[in-house]
Every structure is written in C-alpha cells, then in structure tokens.
C-alpha cells in the first residue's frame, strides 16, 4: 500500500467534510519552507484577522497538521501548519478563492515571514500542487517556473478580486439554475410528445384493426 497516497486521500475526505464538496474537488497548494516556530502560525491568523477581517476556527481531521478553517463573505479555505511550510486547501471550481483568498493568504504570509526574517527573496518554484483524480489516484505538480500568486497588493486588490469573483460566481449560479429549469421544461414537451405519439400509433393501429 502506498501509505503516502492514503494519507492525502484521507486528508482530502476530511478537508471536503468541513468545505462541502466532493473529495476530488480539494486541491492543496503547499509552500515549502521551513518555519521556525508554529506560534508564526497563530500570528499570522490573528494579523489576518485584524486587518483583512478574515474568520477562522479550528478543523477537525487528519490533516497532517493543525488546521483551520477560515472564511470570508463568498468563500472559505483550510490553512494548514506544517514544520515544513504552509498548506492551503482550497475548492478547485471557487473563483472566489483562486482569484481572492488564496492570493491573499499567500501574499500575507510572505510578507509577514519576510517582515520576520528580513527576507525578500522567497522562491516561487517551492510551491507544491496536489489533487485526488476521478479514480481516487493522488496527483503532484512541482511548479517549476515562477507564478503570479503573489503579484497582488495585500489588501484592496483582493477585496476587490474577490468582489468580482462573488458576482461571478452568482450569475454563474443563476446559470446554471435557468438551465436546469430549462432541461426540466425540455424534457416534459418530450414526454408529452412521446405520449401523443404512441396515442396516434395507437388509434391508427385500432383503425386499421376495423378496416
């Protein structure tokens, strides 16, 4: 067995409990880093909570780490501790939290480790990417090129993004709601077209009987 695979497997089944999605739909973005003392953790959520208005509350699970839930007005990730750097459990479909809440917590916590330690040097390419596939198999991505989640300002920015990714999301939602209803409709007129096709089969079968 593979004992690795099984623990994240394990690790996205709670994670979807507390998120209210399927298992396949968490992804994790792990930052690796080594962190000198989990009490940088708590500060952070307290700063996070101080100046963005981030909620957050502890999660229950085997998530290879203490973790928490924490949440805004559209949206809502796990944050996770590590010894070896910072883990986000985000929903793969959120708009919300891939252009709002990821973005900040990454941005935030750089810049609150860099604050810290004096760094400003931290490297992208230590970023670590993991999903459960359609048949429960796990599957990693190193990211091997630097990318844009820190690119924007801590705070309004992302207030701003996650604005828009609200509305997004509700028109997407009204979408998909309109074409349910739609699909509904569709399929009682075929119903109905079938019953009266097999009524007029059925008399013309009952007039040629007579005939």
């Given at each position: 067995?593979?004992?690795?695979?099984?623990?994240?497997?394990?690790?996205?089944?709670?994670?979807?409990?507390?998120?209210?999605?399927?298992?396949?739909?968490?992804?994790?973005?792990?930052?690796?880093?080594?962190?000198?003392?989990?009490?940088?953790?708590?500060?952070?959520?307290?700063?996070?909570?101080?100046?963005?208005?981030?909620?957050?509350?502890?999660?229950?699970?085997?998530?290879?780490?203490?973790?928490?839930?924490?949440?805004?007005?559209?949206?809502?990730?796990?944050?996770?501790?590590?010894?070896?750097?910072?883990?986000?459990?985000?929903?793969?479909?959120?708009?919300?939290?891939?252009?709002?809440?990821?973005?900040?917590?990454?941005?935030?916590?750089?810049?609150?480790?860099?604050?810290?330690?004096?760094?400003?040097?931290?490297?992208?390419?230590?970023?670590?990417?993991?999903?459960?596939?359609?048949?429960?198999?796990?599957?990693?991505?190193?990211?091997?090129?630097?990318?844009?989640?820190?690119?924007m300002p801590f705070n309004l920015n992302a207030t701003l993004a996650t604005a828009a990714a609200k509305n997004i999301e509700c028109d997407l939602r009204q979408l998909t709601e309109q074409v349910q209803s739609l699909n509904c409709r569709v399929g009682v007129l075929e119903k109905r077209m079938m019953d009266k096709t097999k009524k007029?089969?059925?008399?013309?079968?009952?007039?040629?009987?007579?005939?």
């Open positions: 067995m593979d004992y690795r695979a099984e623990a994240f497997r394990k690790k996205f089944n709670d994670a979807s409990r507390h998120l209210g999605v399927k298992p396949s739909e968490i992804v994790s973005l792990k930052l690796r880093e080594n962190v000198n003392s989990y009490a940088e953790y708590r500060e952070f959520l307290h700063a996070l909570e101080r100046e963005t208005g981030l909620q957050w509350s502890d999660v229950d699970g085997e998530l290879q780490g203490k973790g928490y839930l924490l949440s805004d007005s559209s949206s809502r990730v796990i944050f996770v501790e590590h010894e070896s750097g910072l883990e986000i459990l985000y929903i793969a479909g959120s708009i919300a939290s891939l252009i709002g809440l990821v973005p900040l917590i990454v941005q935030g916590w750089r810049a609150f480790r860099g604050h810290r330690s004096g760094r400003r040097d931290f490297d992208e390419r230590g970023i670590e990417i993991r999903r459960l596939d359609e048949n429960g198999h796990l599957v990693e991505d190193h990211v091997h090129d630097p990318i844009s989640l820190t690119s007029r089969k059925l008399r013309t079968r009952k007039k040629n009987s007579r005939s």
